[in-house]
């Protein structure tokens, strides 16, 4: 049992919630959007061009003579999936309303200008920022593929995904996947900073 504000209190199994209490209102687990099927159809073109980006480092690696490791094709899901979710805990851990728009590529030129749907404090604009995550998430790619592709011919059987990325510190030191003294945990994926190491 958790008691994480005035009239808050969640009750938990393990690390699965069971029950909340929030404002005299009990209510059971959410449904996790991230589990759903039409989420990530949704971002399969998004996901497709990300894979063509890769492939393409992918090909001037193999003309140099660098071997890349294959990569697990549910990488980009699971790395964009755990970026979104660390902005959404963010966003409620330092108590700012908001919403998250997504919008498909197709439609930013339709809905940067004036338009019936959204009127948006800041305009999309065709520069880096704008494709900053894509960018990152290709980077990843591109060095989770190189630096586990540098054993022999055999030393990779299998695709190269998620599970590899966790603990892995960088020039090849451990790094622990406990959380930060820093953090204390407060009700199950909910994180609050004490300031203290």
Not at 85 to 110: K, S
Not at 166 to 192: E, V
């Amino acid at each position: 049992m958790h008691v994480t504000g005035p009239g808050r209190v969640v009750v938990s199994r393990g690390d699965r919630a069971v029950a909340e209490l929030r404002g005299g209102k009990l209510s059971g687990p959410r449904a996790d959007v991230f589990a759903s099927r039409w989420l990530p159809a949704s971002f399969a073109p998004v996901r497709a061009e990300l894979v063509e980006l890769h492939d393409e480092a992918r090909r001037r690696a193999a003309a140099a003579g660098e071997p890349w490791a294959p990569l697990d094709p549910d990488l980009i899901r699971l790395v964009g999936q755990h970026t979104i979710r660390r902005v959404i805990a963010v966003m409620r851990a330092v108590h700012h309303g908001g919403t998250l728009v997504f919008v498909p590529p197709e439609l930013t030129d339709e809905l940067s200008g004036e338009n019936s749907y959204f009127a948006f404090r800041h305009p999309f604009a065709e520069d880096e920022p704008r494709r900053r995550f894509r960018t990152l998430i290709v980077g990843v790619m591109n060095r989770l593929a190189q630096v586990h592709g540098k054993g022999e011919e055999g030393s990779y059987p299998r695709a190269v995904g998620w599970g590899s990325t966790r603990g892995a510190g960088t020039r090849g030191s451990p790094r622990s996947t406990r959380p930060s003294s820093r953090w204390r945990t407060l009700s199950p994926g909910s994180r609050r900073w004490t300031g203290r190491s």
